[in-house]
């Protein structure tokens, strides 16, 4: 499977993503505790910021990118610093402010949720504020109210001015 990823064939590399993402959808915790996170999430990021493919392969390569990250986070959240680690808020960040397709930019708002419950000052620092709040009325409620609740996580560390001042 990660040869497949790695391929510069875009049906392996979409059969891969496929394969990887329905795996994910019914792991567990402990079914992901021996998973190569530390390989596997590199590539995925990489796909996602540079698919390299003609529109469509490059929609679908972008979106199974996203489900494999999101279920990642959502299965186990310490997940989040290895993608904070490999570069990933920059390239979901970008992909809030360049939105070409809506389902990555809705799972991209999803995952810079997550990430912000656990390193809320790295996403305020790689422009997930702007990001988050750049399109905000153009997505659905939930997406908006996740989007907020970002926003508030990077926030909350952040002292008031007044303490900076002294």
Not at 65 to 94: F, N
Request: aromatic share 6%; hydrophobic share 50%; net charge negative.
């Amino acid at each position: 499977m990660f040869r497949d990823l790695k391929s510069d064939d875009s049906s392996r590399q979409i059969a891969a993503l496929t394969e990887l993402s329905e795996y994910l959808s019914f792991s567990s915790e402990e079914a992901l505790i021996s998973f190569p996170m530390e390989t596997f999430i590199p590539v995925l990021i990489g796909l996602l910021e540079n698919p390299g493919h003609a529109d469509e392969a490059a929609a679908q390569v972008m979106l199974l990118c996203c489900r494999c990250l999101h279920s990642v986070v959502d299965i186990l959240p310490p997940t989040a610093r290895i993608i904070t680690a490999a570069g990933g808020l920059p390239v979901l960040c970008a992909n809030l402010l360049n939105v070409e397709y809506i389902d990555v930019a809705e799972l991209a708002v999803a995952i810079i949720e997550w990430i912000s419950e656990d390193q809320p000052i790295q996403v305020l620092k790689a422009g997930g504020l702007q990001a988050i709040l750049t399109f905000l009325d153009f997505f659905q409620i939930s997406v908006q109210r996740q989007a907020a609740n970002a926003a508030a996580l990077m926030l909350l560390p952040v002292p008031p001015a007044g303490v900076l001042e002294q």
